[in-house]
């Protein structure tokens, strides 16, 4: 499945912003799917996954209760719904897509090319 991240940009710290990924292919549905960050300077890190159901869900502690991940598998896409925002949230975000909820945030099979944003404070 090949990935396509957007939605970076500017913010201000407090504010909101949604991360979109499109996926290509009609397999979506069956890859459960999750987002990965990679500050400056640091190595990447999960942020959060789905299962293809859009029933379960999985976060990091930094960022649990502050951003939502979702799904539309009609429209091949997962969000990332970040509120609260801080400039430690400052990342190249990506998403990726794997097959099972262990594999997908530990060792994922395909990863989009990243969307950058910034948190000003």
């Known amino acids: 499945v090949q990935l396509q991240a957007s939605g970076g940009g500017l913010v201000q710290a407090g504010d909101s912003l949604r991360l979109s990924c499109a996926a290509s292919?009609?397999?979506?549905?069956?890859?459960?799917m999750a987002w990965f960050r990679q500050a400056p300077g640091k190595e990447r890190e999960f942020v959060a996954a789905?299962?293809?159901?859009?029933?379960?869900?999985y976060y990091a502690g930094s960022v649990k209760g502050r951003f939502t991940i979702s799904r539309d598998n009609a429209k091949n896409t997962v969000y990332l719904q970040m509120n609260t925002l801080k400039p430690e949230d400052t990342a190249v975000y990506y998403c990726?897509?794997?097959?099972?909820?262990?594999?997908?945030?530990?060792?994922?099979?395909?990863w989009g090319q990243g969307t950058k944003f910034t948190v000003s404070s």
């Open positions: 990726a897509a794997g097959s099972t909820m262990y594999l997908v945030t530990s060792t994922p099979l395909s």
């Open positions: 789905i299962d293809w159901g859009g029933d379960t869900t």
């Open positions: 292919g009609r397999t979506f549905s069956r890859y459960y």
